[in-house]
């Protein structure tokens, strides 16, 4: 039993990391919904996997909430929005595709350094789960300052946030895990909700809302 | 007890003034229910240190306790009169009164969760709530900087306080390998009890985490950037609190897992982490001190400086510095609130924030105008004020540990220095611009409250109360 | 005693609150302040004095002050010694501020300041640990930087008094540096501690001299000096000159000669050598400054680096083991200390007369005052003699000190000092004379001569408090002078406690002469001698001639133009010597516009003095600062995106950071 | 005894001074084929400049009538402290080389002032030059002291001369760079030719003779006599230092007071001489002049060290 769990969470956890790399490498807007929307899955699977590896019921909650927001709610969402304010359907980068995947590669290998030192097998999957939550939350970082339209900025902090719930979700008996959750859901939704209301089209940092050049930092 | 009222009361009182319609009730609601908490704040302090399995009061918390209740009940008192002026001349709506008002306490509540919550995980919610009660408050006035600012804060500390929250989780994972499960895992009294058998290479993934996200809280270079903004757009009490309040919880949060980290003998030493961060925030905002035309900005980036040098303290450690480090949360949190008291009906009274425009203020307001010479003085960390106490011990403890680094936090003072006197100086004792009108305003009480106390404290603190600090940072080791 | 300095020291504080409360009560109110702090600091004087006379160390501990330790306050020789100083300047300036503020917009603006440094000016000899001494030092800073603001409307007063406040901070700043260097770890910072473990740091001696020299004007941390003094009101400069750079001198002999322990050789030669630039760099700016308080101003500048060579000299002496000719130097510098004070303070007075009666500080807008205003004219001599360090006046007697300890140099075993003993009395020497031409022109363009504006020749004598004030300076001045072996005297305790007794100054009393070797300067029987002669020349001018005197028109070698502009200036006096020393130590830049022939237009000589440290040291700092400042500034300027980024690469390198660490 | 021997040097000083100068005025001018006036003429000048009525410009101010008589007194103390035919002087122990400079210096104050307070063109270029010359001097000055200082280990000029007089050092390349040095600076101080033309009519390089361009009278004459005791007292003083033969100490000696006088003249008779023989110098090369003197008196020291080890 402790073999099959271990390995399906870790093909699951795995298979959330790859959706990071993909997200990062693809160019069209509706295909990172789309990857977004296989990461959530994925993580409400691994979610559930757990609850049932570790007989949380209240995992099966984490579960059903990234299921319910990030593989429907959201990614319907963030296709309204791209529709409804006709955002460029690709995408514009900072850094191009092949440097961002290199970047990406950099980062896990920093993650393996650092997970190197932790004591093997002292806890059910430690090491693994740390190595692999730390680089997803690292490439959703990478991809909120490499991508500059705001619907990937947001995906990008969102798939930030998958790290954190593999990393949740993975270790025994993690209480307030689902309080957690909702609580940053509420963040998220925030910032969604804040994207649709400032009409914001390709970046953060312009609201669209004409007053950019006197605003910031009247200082120099 | 005593907690579930310092909690219980701004959540009560942020719903009822939330309903509460009239300035001029919801200010008194507002002055009332935070003088009521202060006073609940004290019998905490003074009460027995408990801890049960959501709150918990020790030396620490319970000094930032005091503190943010003073602040929070003075800053009430100079807010209805902020707001007073606000309302006659019709800068805000009395729903956004209303809203304000239950906002700030709101605001108290998340804060004074997070100084008592015994969970890490509870204690992340709390600030993240602070986050989103501030937020809301930054853009109270509508206009387009203070929703961009309010933006800006919004999403740096987002992503901050999500990397918070891995560090936190990393945290739990850690006493995991101590095979410690459970919601005692994530209190911290029994977190600190248990930390020596932590992994401690998990610990320190986790406090990178958590330094850099709740170093975003707290301003710290270079994560600094929605400080000045948000300071400078919200309503002046909000940038009082900001300053004088949420950064300093914000460090808390660091302290408190600074102190796990330094009780595990495999986890890297925190205090050249923080070191690194609090002397290029001393820099970096000492030198952004300069080119400032916003006189909210200048001394929000000032508080950015003292965030930098308290962050020093804690990094260098030690009886002395950490000494210094409380007593300069302390007298920083009282003074720049009383900077931003005074500046803020400077601007009100001249209807504009301006550096320039705010020339002339001892000559047309001698109370406030030297009400503000006088803290700002004291901010740059000159006596007899408090906080040239704590600079006097960081810097002979810095120079005990590693002369270079006094060397380098002198520089970064006399910088600071520089650019607060610069700044300082045209806005006290250059002539007025011409044709300047200026509004009455009322000298704010709390501006000569908190001045006198920072005073009193750079005289003469009491033997209990250096008792007190003394064991506090005893703790903090 | 100590605790009758220290409540009398409260006392001040008192002051400052009446002077608050005298906003609205008026002149009367503010001369009561004034005379109020005149008594404070002569029963300071006398108490000081009593603490000279009978030697003692007297100790306080008070639970007040630094949190983590006692403020100690303590009255030891040296301590009494500034204590005369600074509170003997203190009576008469205050005196002086009786009748100055009379009249003055605004009394409160300067008044509470003013008792305040008075405050902090004796705080800080009284200081007896770390904390209460900088406490005290940044008060003294504080309060003066309040008094230059005094006339807040003047663009030059505040940048002067942002300069000077920077400056003194940083100098405050050395010196905590200092003092927790040499506290080494102990967390106790009262001096006895601090002197139980003296360690003779070198790096504890730059820190003082950077901390302590910024607030004394040594060269190249002088910049502030010539800005400050002439935006403060003249009694605040006065004070700022005559005590406030004292007590920087007595930072820099406790830290150094009490504190730090015993000194290297070659530290002293570094402070020589300091000094003498000072002295020089100050004298030739005083020599062709136009504005009567700037000019004495540098003048502050030169004698505090007379001082500082005297007391480096003294360092190298004890570094050496030459403990009577380290006595000598110190004593040498303890007494101009005292003497500086008063004849810097009594031309400060007399400029603020001068500035008073004709309102213009402008050497050239004047001239002739001698006439109109006599008895200021008469002690203003006596401070120009004083200032040109000519006998029988006292600034002849320190440098006649240092002269000699100069001499005993040759001593010194170290080759290095031996050759730039010459090089350095060259210097000093230099110094003394370009001091005499620039008393000269002080005094001679102000008050000789004919007026140079209406202003000037409708001038009139100050009030009797004014004159007053300036008459005790001027006599105690004479007194000094006269009897130089009882300033020395006065100073024996403190060089006693400073270098041990066989460092005591030789002081014949009988005759109150300067001994040094078998060297001597009698100045009573000299000045006796002296009016024997005057008084046998006049007796036999008048035996011998009979005819009384004519007056009539200026000769002038027959040149007929008795406008006031034929005659030299300010600017031509020390044209000469501009010349001489124009490239050297300043840029001075000088043209002549002359009008093409056949046009009328005068012709105009213009005049630009460029200080090289000013420009090389200080607008560097600024233009750095600036930079620095420009580049933070564009942090904040990043979107919101770049902003991310920086947090990422902050995540990223402290990872890699702990990794790299493990 | 010592004071018997103080009050004859003072009478004997002002009652040379006025024949030194003559004696100056007439060497020169034999050395250049004239006849010129007697030695003595001075006196009568002195003496025709007493009768006469002082005029006193108008402008002027009290200090203006006092200088002449301050600064006579001032030169007259100067020259009572420098050892002549005995250095045992009440008043030469009262002081030393530098008290000597510092007395010199407070005429030369005195004098500039005085030069400044009738408000004339020609009084402020006398003073002007006066003032950059006593500058330049000083520091020449001074560092002749400080050779001979490290030589004796003293200051004081009764010292210096007894103890040349009991062990002569001999000739020594430091002392003869010192030697030219002083000379410098009395030639200077003393107003003499390359410095100052005392005899000139040209108003414009006129340095000493400009300063007191408007005094007449008796004030006048105590000027001139000043300047001529003033002369007396760098001859003294260059005989005090370097060739202090045949003063008597303690105890007078029949011939002290005659190799004085001797001496003097000896000193007038090369003054005048090398006045003959160059011309005066521009202005602005007084610097260089001087500045010659300050570098001879540097390596004088620097020599001895050599001479006596480090």
């Known amino acids: 039993m402790a073999g099959l769990a271990y390995d399906v969470a870790h093909l699951l956890a795995g298979t959330t990391l790859l959706m990071s790399f993909a997200l990062l490498y693809q160019r069209r807007l509706s295909a990172v919904v789309k990857v977004f929307a296989i990461q959530g899955l994925v993580i409400a699977l691994a979610a559930a996997w757990q609850a049932h590896v570790q007989a949380a019921t209240h995992l099966y909650l984490t579960a059903a909430i990234a299921f319910g927001l990030k593989t429907v709610v959201i990614p319907v969402a963030l296709n309204r929005i791209i529709r409804r304010l006709g955002i460029h359907r690709t995408i514009e980068t900072a850094l191009g595709i092949a440097p961002t995947m290199l970047a990406g590669v950099a980062l896990v290998a920093l993650t393996i350094l650092l997970v190197l030192p932790i004591a093997a097998g002292s806890a059910l999957l430690t090491r693994e789960i740390i190595a692999i939550a730390l680089a997803v939350v690292l490439l959703g970082l990478l991809m909120m300052i490499t991508r500059r339209n705001a619907v990937t900025q947001v995906i990008g902090f969102m798939s930030l946030e998958n790290g954190l719930i593999l990393a949740a979700v993975g270790v025994q008996g993690m209480p307030l895990v689902v309080e957690m959750s909702v609580a940053f859901s509420v963040l998220v939704a925030f910032l969604i909700f804040g994207v649709f209301f400032f009409q914001i089209r390709e970046r953060f940092d312009s609201l669209e809302l004409h007053y950019l050049e006197d605003v910031r930092d009247r200082g120099p | 007890m005593t907690i579930l009222a310092l909690l219980g009361l701004p959540v009560a009182a942020a719903a009822l003034l939330a309903l509460l319609p009239g300035y001029r009730a919801g200010a008194a609601g507002n002055i009332a229910a935070s003088g009521l908490t202060f006073c609940v704040a004290i019998a905490v302090a003074l009460g027995e240190r408990t801890a049960d399995a959501l709150f918990f009061v020790d030396d620490l918390n319970a000094y930032l306790i005091l503190l943010t209740a003073f602040a929070g009940f003075t800053t009430s008192l100079y807010s209805a009169g902020y707001l007073g002026h606000e309302q006659r001349h019709r800068q805000l709506a009395p729903w956004q009164i209303r809203f304000y008002h239950a906002m700030f306490q709101a605001f108290m509540a998340t804060m004074l969760l997070a100084l008592t919550a015994n969970n890490i995980g509870l204690m992340w919610v709390a600030v993240e709530g602070a986050t989103l009660t501030t937020a809301l408050m930054v853009s109270l006035y509508r206009t387009k900087p203070a929703i961009e600012a309010a933006w800006k804060y919004f999403i740096l500390c987002g992503v901050g306080i999500a990397l918070a929250l891995f560090g936190t989780i990393l945290v739990y994972l850690a006493a995991q390998t101590a095979q410690f499960h459970g919601i005692e895992a994530m209190a911290w009294t029994e977190l600190q009890l248990r930390a020596p058998r932590f992994d401690g290479a998990i610990l320190d993934i986790a406090f990178v985490f958590l330094l850099i996200g709740y170093g975003t809280k707290a301003g710290l270079v270079p994560l600094h950037a929605w400080l000045p903004d948000a300071h400078a757009e919200g309503p002046t009490p909000i940038s009082a609190v900001l300053s004088g309040l949420l950064l300093n919880v914000a460090l808390y949060a660091l302290l408190r897992f600074k102190m796990l980290l330094g009780a595990n003998p495999q986890a890297l030493a925190t205090g050249p982490l923080m070191i690194a961060l609090g002397l290029l925030s001393l820099l970096v905002a000492g030198a952004a001190l300069y080119r400032r035309r916003d006189v909210k900005k200048l001394f929000s980036y000032s508080s950015i400086e003292h965030m930098g040098i308290v962050t020093l303290a804690f990094g260098i450690g030690g009886p002395v510095a950490n000494f210094a480090g409380l007593l300069h949360m302390a007298m920083h949190a009282l003074t720049k609130s009383a900077i931003f008291f005074a500046v803020g009906s400077l601007a009100q009274s001249r209807g504009s924030q301006e550096i320039r425009a705010l020339s002339g203020a001892v000559a047309r307001h001698p109370a406030i105008g030297?009400?503000?010479?006088?803290?700002?003085?004291?901010?740059?960390?000159?006596?007899?004020?408090?906080?040239?106490?704590?600079?006097?011990?960081?810097?002979?403890?810095?120079?005990?540990?590693?002369?270079?680094?006094?060397?380098?936090?002198?520089?970064?003072?006399?910088?600071a220095f520089g650019g607060l006197i610069r700044h300082l100086q045209s806005i006290a004792f250059a002539p007025a611009p011409e044709g300047a009108k200026d509004l009455r305003v009322a000298p704010p009480l709390p501006l000569y409250l908190h001045l006198a106390l920072v005073l009193a404290a750079g005289l003469y603190l009491p033997p209990p109360l250096v008792g007190w600090l003394r064991q506090i940072a005893g703790m903090l080791g | 005693m100590l605790t009758g300095l220290a409540l009398a020291d409260l006392g001040f504080l008192v002051l400052a609150g009446l002077g608050l409360a005298a906003i609205r009560l008026g002149a009367r109110a503010t001369a009561i302040v004034c005379l109020g702090s005149t008594i404070l600091c002569a029963a300071n004087a006398a108490m000081a004095l009593a603490a000279l006379w009978t030697p003692a160390a007297e100790q306080l501990r008070l639970p007040i002050g630094f949190a983590l330790g006692w403020t100690v306050l303590a009255l030891d020789p040296l301590s009494a010694y500034f204590l005369l100083v600074v509170n003997l300047v203190g009576a008469i300036v205050s005196l002086y501020a009786v009748a100055h503020e009379h009249g003055e917009a605004q009394p409160a603006r300067r008044l509470v300041p003013f008792q305040l440094f008075l405050f902090g000016l004796n705080l800080v000899p009284l200081a007896a640990d770390a904390f209460s001494f900088l406490v005290a030092w940044e008060f003294m800073s504080l309060a003066s930087w309040a008094l230059i603001l005094a006339r807040p409307d003047d663009p030059a007063a505040r940048r002067a008094a942002q300069i000077y406040l920077v400056m003194a901070v940083a100098g405050a700043l050395a010196l905590l540096v200092a003092f927790g260097l040499m506290a080494g770890g102990l967390d106790r910072y009262d001096f006895a501690a601090l002197r139980a473990q003296r360690a003779g740091s070198l790096v504890v001696f730059v820190l003082v001299l950077f901390g302590a020299g910024s607030k004394a004007g040594l060269v190249p941390l002088h910049a502030w000096l010539p800005l400050a003094h002439p935006a403060a009101p003249s009694h605040v400069s006065a004070l700022m000159s005559g005590a406030m750079t004292k007590i920087a001198l007595y930072a820099v002999i406790r830290l150094v000669f009490d504190l730090n322990g015993q000194p290297a050789w070659w530290w002293g030669g570094i402070l020589l050598v300091l000094g003498a630039g000072t002295a020089l760099v100050g004298v030739l700016f005083a020599l062709i400054e136009r504005d009567m308080k700037t000019a004495l101003a540098w003048s502050t500048i030169e004698n505090i680096g007379i001082i500082a060579g005297a007391l480096g000299l003294s360092?190298?002496?004890?570094?050496?083991?030459?403990?009577?000719?380290?006595?000598?130097?110190?004593?040498?510098?303890?007494?101009?200390?005292?003497?500086?004070?008063?004849?810097?303070?009594?031309?400060?007075?007399?400029?603020?007369?001068?500035?008073?009666?004709?309102?213009?500080?402008?050497?050239?807008?004047?001239?002739?005052?001698?006439?109109?205003?006599?008895?200021?004219?008469?002690?203003?001599?006596?401070?120009?003699?004083?200032?040109?360090?000519?006998?029988?006046?006292?600034?002849?007697?320190?440098?006649?000190?240092?002269?000699?300890?100069?001499?005993?140099?040759?001593?010194?075993?170290?080759?290095?000092?031996?050759?730039?003993?010459?090089?350095?009395?060259?210097?000093?020497?230099?110094?003394?004379?370009?001091?005499?031409?620039?008393?000269?022109?002080?005094?001679?363009?102000?008050?000789?001569?004919?007026?140079?504006?209406?202003?000037?020749?409708?001038?009139?004598?100050?009030?009797?408090?004014?004159?007053?004030?300036?008459?005790?300076?001027?006599?105690?001045?004479?007194?000094?002078?006269?009897?130089?072996?009882?300033?020395?005297?006065?100073?024996?305790?403190?060089?006693?406690?400073?270098?041990?007794?066989?460092?005591?100054?030789?002081?014949?009393?009988?005759?109150?002469?300067?001994?040094?070797?078998?060297?001597?300067?009698?100045?009573?029987?000299?000045?006796?001698?002296?009016?024997?002669?005057?008084?046998?020349?006049?007796?036999?001018?008048?035996?011998?001639?009979?005819?009384?005197?004519?007056?009539?028109?200026?000769?002038?070698?027959?040149f007929p133009d008795i406008r006031p502009a034929t005659q030299y200036t300010a600017a031509s006096l020390t044209q000469p010597l501009r010349r001489v020393f124009g490239r050297t130590a300043f840029v001075a830049r000088e043209s002549v516009a002359m009008p093409e022939p056949g046009d009328m237009a005068p012709a105009r000589h213009t005049l630009a003095v460029a200080d090289r440290l000013w420009q090389g040291i200080y607008l560097r700092i600024d233009q750095g600062i600036e930079l620095v400042a420009t580049q933070a500034a564009r942090l904040q300027q990043l979107t919101i995106r770049g902003h991310l980024m920086l947090m990422f690469a902050a995540l990223v390198i402290l990872l890699a950071a702990v990794v790299v660490s493990r | 005894m010592t004071v018997i021997a103080q009050v004859v040097h003072l009478v004997l000083i002002v009652a040379l001074a006025p024949a030194i100068t003559g004696l100056v005025r007439w060497v020169k001018a034999r050395a250049l084929g004239r006849a010129g006036p007697a030695p003595w003429q001075p006196y009568r000048d002195l003496r025709r400049l007493m009768l006469k009525t002082p005029i006193v410009a108008e402008t002027s101010g009290p200090l203006y009538t006092a200088v002449p008589y301050l600064q006579l007194a001032a030169i007259w103390l100067a020259a009572a402290m420098v050892p002549a035919f005995t250095y045992d002087l009440p008043l030469a122990q009262a002081g030393d080389l530098i008290v000597l400079a510092g007395i010199l210096g407070l005429s030369r104050f005195l004098l500039a002032l005085a030069g400044l307070d009738a408000g004339t063109a020609f009084g402020g270029i006398g003073s002007s030059r006066e003032l950059m010359i006593g500058a330049l001097a000083e520091p020449a000055m001074l560092l002749v002291v400080f050779t001979v200082a490290v030589l004796v280990h003293t200051t004081s000029l009764p010292a210096i001369s007894a103890h040349f007089i009991a062990q002569p050092v001999g000739l020594r390349v430091s002392l003869g760079m010192a030697l030219v040095a002083i000379v410098i600076v009395a030639v200077a101080e003393n107003g003499r030719i390359p410095i100052d033309n005392p005899a000139t009519h040209l108003e414009l390089t006129m340095v000493h003779e400009a300063m007191v361009l408007d005094y007449s009278g008796r004030h006048l004459a105590a000027i001139e006599l000043a300047s001529m005791l003033k002369l007396v007292v760098w001859l003294s003083l260059i005989q005090a230092l370097f060739v202090p033969f045949g003063m008597a100490g303690a105890a007078l000696t029949a011939l002290a007071l005659p190799i004085f006088v001797a001496k003097l003249a000896a000193g007038a008779v090369a003054l005048a001489l090398f006045e003959v023989g160059i011309a005066k110098m521009r202005v602005f090369r007084y610097p260089e002049f001087l500045g010659g003197a300050v570098v001879l008196g540097m390596l004088a020291t620097i020599y001895l060290y050599v001479s006596h080890g480090f």
């Open chain 2, 370 to 415: 030297w009400g503000l010479v006088v803290a700002v003085l004291a901010i740059a960390g000159l006596p007899p004020f408090g906080i040239f106490a704590a600079e006097f011990m960081l810097v002979t403890a810095a120079v005990e540990h590693m002369p270079w680094l006094a060397a380098a936090i002198v520089v970064g003072l006399l910088l």
């Open chain 3, 315 to 558: 360092l190298a002496f004890a570094g050496s083991g030459l403990a009577a000719l380290a006595g000598l130097a110190l004593t040498a510098a303890l007494v101009h200390a005292l003497n500086h004070a008063l004849f810097k303070s009594l031309s400060f007075m007399g400029a603020g007369a001068v500035l008073h009666a004709t309102g213009s500080r402008d050497l050239e807008q004047l001239g002739g005052l001698g006439r109109v205003m006599p008895q200021t004219g008469w002690v203003f001599l006596v401070a120009a003699l004083a200032l040109a360090a000519l006998p029988p006046l006292n600034g002849f007697a320190g440098e006649w000190l240092l002269f000699q300890a100069l001499i005993g140099g040759i001593a010194l075993p170290s080759p290095m000092l031996k050759f730039i003993l010459p090089v350095v009395a060259g210097a000093f020497a230099l110094t003394a004379a370009l001091a005499a031409a620039a008393a000269c022109r002080l005094y001679g363009i102000a008050f000789l001569g004919r007026p140079r504006s209406p202003a000037a020749a409708a001038a009139h004598e100050v009030a009797p408090a004014m004159r007053l004030a300036m008459a005790v300076a001027a006599g105690l001045c004479l007194l000094f002078g006269l009897f130089p072996a009882a300033v020395a005297g006065l100073a024996g305790p403190a060089v006693v406690q400073m270098l041990g007794p066989p460092a005591a100054p030789v002081v014949a009393l009988p005759f109150a002469s300067l001994v040094a070797g078998n060297t001597a300067y009698v100045a009573t029987a000299l000045a006796l001698a002296g009016l024997a002669l005057a008084a046998i020349v006049l007796m036999a001018a008048g035996r011998l001639s009979p005819m009384p005197a004519r007056r009539a028109p200026a000769w002038d070698c027959g």
